[in-house]
């Protein structure tokens, strides 16, 4: 289940100002192109370096005899493939692509791993095999396909993975098998339906596989594919009713299967199915959270997983053979998982040890190891392996936020709905403080109180609050919350933002006259739709490759994806429908925009497509409306260059400075560039 969640960023005009002459320049070799956007002062270069020269150590699974491992970071541009061999050890570099390493996946009883990458950000990830002791990498898909989800059987013999290569639409599932020195690709389940095959994990005896059909967020299917026959089982999801459903893992005797999910409950539980009799077990009856990171050792005497609780990952110890469990407090508060939660566990092959990659609101993503004792249930000490450099920053002084449930503009059983929200404050401010809100993608994501050094600056050189919400339609709260915006319900979650300045505007410490707002992706949308409908509340936006049109969206959205995404926004193709998302897309509705607009946009983005900024931002330019606009155009769906990342972070600083603070704490920042 963890890999598929692998299937699961000098001239100052208001906004009033009559549209001028673009100013251009490039940076960053030519590679970054910037409008409208004034030089960057030196000395502000210079004094926000510490808070862009930090990094993180995800882990990446086990070598083979169990002793070291591998882990991911950045010692250049990008993150690349490194090996430790005990804890606190030196990182050894293993790869030196220009591109970073995306997925990892160990081969069992080999020195070797299958990695992917993509080119420029464009998301079309090829399969590649990497040899321990020669040190190179040979390519084992086709160059042309979108390849993703690498799952091995347990005897390194062969990886099954999820790829587009059939007709590059489709997300079928291919195989891979291993002979000697030759190797044979064939396909062994095709995606008929536009919905999304994955390959989660095979059998002790790798006859059977374990795959994900994904359709939606709200809606996904768990099914048993026998390799020899070809035969597809349905083990759950079948019904009308909407239910989520994930394979975790067969059982170490291979008669019964984990799975989790939500069927007839609001919150995913751990399951076990016998596939002889069909009978289920719900294993986590007591946990009232999303149950995810499912993982056994690999002689099926030890499981872990972990509970989603408010955001904050909680890690539970699993006994297969009695069904019991019980929750490890030896970590810190924080995320349990590379990537804000996702993956990163597993036991090493002895099934002694188990590591993890966590992030907490102090420290960025390192790998710990956790000593387990002789009794499943059983743990000794939690162990350090990576002391990820921060740039020299004393994170003692770093500042954690507070969970809050502010009333939104519905009700549930005569109350007002409450929405949460992570709140961090600045210290020592005079007066009310500044404020950015900071807007999840997804939008089935969900913010997670994680380490963000992009945060910790706004808070301590520019003094501003920051608060992420988890406006209805984000993941962690339940199917119904997350299904709160789906189709004609969409600018519902909008609404909520508007609740949020309400609720900014009754604390004493905030500022409700200085208020922007700031998101990716579908938290990009949030952001030009806040502007549409806020304009005369907020100081500042920025929209970072966010959808501004759903209609063109859904039209130019890569094909293997298309279809997903209309089950979350509707199907522009019903007259209905398409007449309703024109009429709340934020292109349509730019005379309502009156807010100073930062466009962030990566020029391969195959998710939202560069079109979806260039028309924005020309909409506004039209409309009288200043932008600054940044394209990156060796990136994709976020920037993950460092050189386009930090003059990102520096120009957004600059940005807030000048629209969001007042005079006294512009000239502050400004004192520090000179």
């Not at 810190?332 to 002895?350: A, D, H, K, L, T």
């Not at 502010?406 to 403080?433: L, S």
């Not at 950015?436 to 992009?454: A, D, K, L, N, V």
């Amino acid at each position: 289940m963890k890999k598929w969640h692998h299937l699961l960023s000098v001239i100052f005009i208001g906004t009033a100002a009559v549209a001028s002459a673009v100013e251009t320049r490039t940076e960053n070799n030519g590679q970054l192109l910037l409008e409208d956007i004034p030089p960057i002062p030196q000395n502000l270069v210079e004094e926000l370096n510490r808070y862009q020269n930090v990094r993180s150590a995800s882990f990446r699974g086990w070598d083979m005899d169990g002793t070291g491992m591998y882990i991911s970071t950045r010692f250049g541009e990008v993150e690349q493939l490194h090996k430790v061999e005990h804890a606190g050890g030196v990182r050894r570099q293993l790869t030196f692509f220009e591109e970073p390493i995306n997925e990892v996946a160990t081969r069992p009883q080999h020195r070797q791993l299958a990695y992917t990458m993509d080119a420029g950000g464009n998301e079309y990830a090829q399969v590649f095999l990497f040899d321990r002791v020669s040190g190179k990498s040979e390519r084992l898909s086709d160059g042309k396909s979108r390849n993703s989800v690498l799952t091995w059987n347990k005897q390194g013999s062969a990886l099954a993975y999820q790829s587009t290569r059939r007709d590059g639409r489709a997300n079928d599932i291919w195989l891979t098998t291993f002979v000697g020195n030759k190797k044979t690709d064939r396909l062994i389940l095709k995606s008929e339906d536009g919905s999304w095959w994955g390959p989660i994990s095979f059998s002790q005896s790798g006859s059977q596989l374990l795959v994900l059909q994904y359709v939606s967020s709200t809606r996904s299917k768990v099914h048993l594919l026998d390799l020899d026959s070809g035969e597809v089982t349905l083990l759950a999801g079948d019904g009308e009713e909407d239910s989520r459903n994930f394979p975790a893992g067969f059982s170490y005797d291979d008669r019964s299967v984990f799975l989790v999910s939500d069927k007839g409950n609001e919150f995913t539980r751990l399951i076990r199915k016998d596939l002889a009799s069909g009978d289920e077990k719900v294993i986590t009856t007591d946990i009232p959270w999303d149950i995810s990171n499912f993982t056994l050792s690999d002689d099926g005497r030890r499981g872990a997983f972990v509970a989603n609780e408010n955001g904050v990952s909680a890690l539970y110890l699993y006994d297969p053979r009695s069904d019991r469990y019980r929750r490890e407090d030896s970590l810190p508060i924080g995320v349990i998982g590379s990537n804000g939660g996702i993956g990163g566990m597993q036991f090493n092959p002895r099934g002694d040890k188990l590591a993890m990659s966590l992030n907490t609101p102090r420290t960025p993503t390192d790998t710990f190891v956790l000593a387990l004792g002789r009794r499943p249930l059983s743990s000794n000490n939690l162990n350090r392996w990576t002391f990820s450099e921060v740039g020299g920053l004393n994170t003692e002084q770093f500042i954690e936020p507070e969970l809050v449930h502010y009333p939104t503009f519905d009700k549930v059983e005569d109350e007002p709905r409450k929405i949460p929200a992570f709140v961090y404050k600045p210290r020592n401010t005079k007066g009310p403080a500044p404020v950015i809100i900071s807007i999840h993608g997804g939008p089935e994501g969900q913010y997670r109180p994680t380490f963000s050094s992009q945060y910790q600056l706004w808070l301590q050189k520019l003094g501003a609050a920051v608060i992420a919400p988890n406006v209805r339609g984000s993941a962690g709260y339940g199917k119904s919350y997350l299904a709160m915006d789906n189709g004609y319900k969409r600018e519902d979650s909008v609404k909520d933002i508007g609740a949020l300045l309400d609720w900014i505007a009754t604390q004493p410490d905030l500022d409700a006259e200085r208020v922007a707002v700031f998101g990716g992706s579908y938290g990009g949308y949030m952001v030009l739709a806040s502007s549409v409908h806020y304009s005369d509340r907020l100081k500042a936006a920025v929209d970072i490759v966010g959808i501004s049109n759903f209609v063109t969206f859904l039209t130019n959205t890569k094909s293997y994806r298309r279809d997903l995404r209309r089950v979350e926004y509707g199907d522009e193709r019903d007259p209905e429908m398409r007449a309703f998302l024109e009429n709340i897309s934020p292109s349509n509705n730019v005379e309502d925009i009156q807010v100073p607009m930062f466009v962030v946009q990566g020029q391969n983005d195959p998710r939202v497509p560069v079109t979806e900024a260039e028309q924005i931002v020309a909409a506004l330019r039209e409309n009288g409306n200043r932008v600054w606009y940044m394209n990156a155009l060796n990136e994709g769906h976020g920037y993950r260059k460092k050189e386009n990342s930090d003059v990102f972070t520096q120009a957004t600083a600059l940005f807030f400075a000048e629209h969001l603070l007042g005079e006294t704490q512009k000239e502050k920042l400004t004192s520090i560039a000179q």
